[in-house]
């Protein structure tokens, strides 16, 4: 298939109203992934701050430590630990949950206490509190997103750059 502005190597861009342009697939190719990852932290942010928001602090004791051996980018071999906490849910009932994220760093010692937050409206969700349990994934998700939005501003700018000099190119032959 001819490349619609007419000129060999230009797949990125087209002709609109006689002027060189950024292609449309060009266009998603450049924004797809700033917008995708931008709107999977915005997501996950607000679905962990509604959680938090939601949820009541106290104190669990640990009941158990369930163990995997899992494989740690940089550490194969690493032990995963998900500690069992018992605590009193909002209804008075003693209940029990386990921390759904599994870490090496969760290796509790049995009957010790740590500050705990859960869900009054279902048993068995658990969370720690604070910024590193709640909200340092979505964070660094944006994070990522805002880079790829500045590169993909920067290459959006040189495409665009390139197709009027392409232009100015073509206007002053004869």
Do not use: C
């Not at 861009?13 to 449309?24: C, E, L, M, Q, Y």
Request: proline fraction near 6%.
């Amino acid at each position: 298939m001819a490349n619609p502005t007419g000129m060999a190597g230009l797949f990125y861009a087209r002709t609109k109203a006689g002027k060189i342009v950024p292609a449309r697939h060009t266009l998603v190719l450049v924004w797809i992934a700033p917008f995708l990852f931008a709107a999977a932290g915005l997501l996950w942010l607000a679905t962990s701050f509604y959680w938090v928001l939601g949820a009541e602090e106290t104190t669990g004791t640990v009941l158990n430590i369930n163990t995997w051996e899992g494989e740690i980018a940089g550490d194969p071999g690493q032990t995963l630990y998900a500690p069992v906490f018992g605590y009193i849910w909002s209804d008075g009932s003693e209940t029990e949950a386990s921390v759904a994220r599994l870490s090496p760093d969760y290796n509790f010692e049995i009957g010790s206490t740590h500050s705990i937050l859960f869900d009054p409206k279902v048993k068995g969700a658990v969370r720690f509190p604070g910024f590193r349990f709640n909200y340092l994934g979505p964070v660094i998700i944006l994070a990522i997103g805002a880079m790829f939005s500045l590169v993909s501003l920067m290459l959006w700018i040189w495409l665009k750059a390139m197709a009027r000099a392409r232009d100015k190119k073509e206007e002053a032959l004869p």
